[in-house]
């Protein structure tokens, strides 16, 4: 079993920062590639980055190009992301996920899922 507990959410005014973290924990040699979606209330979750399992290759939704970045720890089984220049259209949940391949793929969907994190962006 694999558990993906994400941390950092929070309330914060458009153009402030914050980060995210998720910690792996349990089989963590089951997840290889990682990644972060979200999902805003009455809308289907979208994919807003991820990072290879070495964490060489990084890869961004257009929305997000330019203010958020991914990164990982490998010693301490965490990826992070960080945003910058936060839009209210930022609002969501936030959803860490792990991928079994090392690579992401778009067409492959994660194996593993954490429990999300709010964030929320006043204007």
């Known amino acids: 079993q694999v558990q993906l507990v994400e941390s950092g959410g929070g309330l914060v005014q458009a153009g402030d920062s914050l980060r995210l973290s998720c910690v792996a924990s349990?089989?963590?040699?089951?997840?290889?590639?990682m990644g972060w979606f979200r999902q805003a209330p009455g809308k289907e979750r979208e994919f807003v980055a991820a990072?290879?399992?070495?964490?060489?290759?990084?890869y961004y939704a257009e929305s997000v190009k330019g203010r958020f970045t991914i990164s990982r720890d490998n010693a301490k089984n965490t990826v992070y992301l960080q945003m910058n220049s936060l839009k209210p259209e930022d609002t969501a949940v936030y959803y860490c996920?792990?991928?079994?391949?090392?690579?992401?793929?778009?067409?492959?969907?994660?194996?593993?899922w954490g429990q999300g994190t709010q964030v929320t962006v006043s204007s």
């Open positions: 349990g089989r963590t040699s089951s997840v290889n590639a």
């Open positions: 996920a792990g991928y079994r391949s090392g690579f992401y793929y778009s067409a492959s969907p994660p194996a593993y």
């Open positions: 990072i290879s399992s070495s964490g060489s290759s990084t």
